[in-house]
């Protein structure tokens, strides 16, 4: 029997990735700011025949400080500025002080539903994110790592890079290396 191949997938963080992160949560549209050559970076990625798939932490919600409808505006936004190339959307809605959970990041739970409802190779794939519970469960499922940081000499992940751009480069060269096709 042939077996069916697996799909390739960057798995992105959110917030401090493609919008400008604020410690108060970005929750509303004037401050959904998408930051230089994100947009570039998803069409080029979505190009190279990668699922993009958005893992990220939403604990505001639980907190009440804002609802999943306005998380949901956030992303239909999103979706419509880069032509609706974005496979999916999984955020973990709960905060300690809530609920405890195994979605939220540095969870793997909701990677692992992605993997599954996807049918995506975690060894084929990247977690493109900008904190340490970013890189954590990724590299526990065995993928390729990138942190996005101006300087953390603690960063566990396999690269480091200044912006989404920057980390396309990284992973279109070790496409180019690998001469690795996935379609
Ligand atoms: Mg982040």
Redesign the pocket.
């Known amino acids: 029997m042939m077996k069916k191949n697996r799909h390739a997938c960057v798995f992105l963080?959110?917030?401090?990735?493609i919008n400008q992160?604020n410690p108060h949560y970005v929750y509303q549209l004037k401050k959904f700011k998408i930051m230089h050559r994100v947009i570039e970076a998803l069409q080029k990625l979505y190009q190279h025949h990668f699922l993009l798939i958005v893992i990220?932490?939403q604990a505001g919600i639980s907190r009440k400080i804002y609802t999943s409808q306005d998380m949901e505006t956030c992303h239909a936004y999103l979706q419509k500025k880069c032509q609706y190339i974005i496979h999916d959307f999984y955020h973990a809605p709960y905060h300690p002080t809530v609920s405890q959970s195994l979605s939220r990041k540095p969870g793997t739970l909701l990677f692992e539903k992605a993997i599954a409802q996807w049918f995506i190779d975690p060894q084929k794939s990247w977690m493109i994110?900008?904190?340490h519970t970013?890189i954590l469960p990724a590299k526990t499922l065995h993928m390729q790592t990138i942190q996005?940081t101006n300087d953390d000499q603690n960063s566990i992940a396999h690269y480091l890079s200044q912006n989404l751009w920057e980390a396309t480069q990284i992973i279109l060269n070790q496409l180019k290396k690998k001469q690795i096709h996935h379609y």
Do not use: A, H, L
Request: aromatic share 0%.
């Open positions: 963080d959110r917030d401090g990735v992160d990220t932490n994110g900008d904190k970013d996005i």
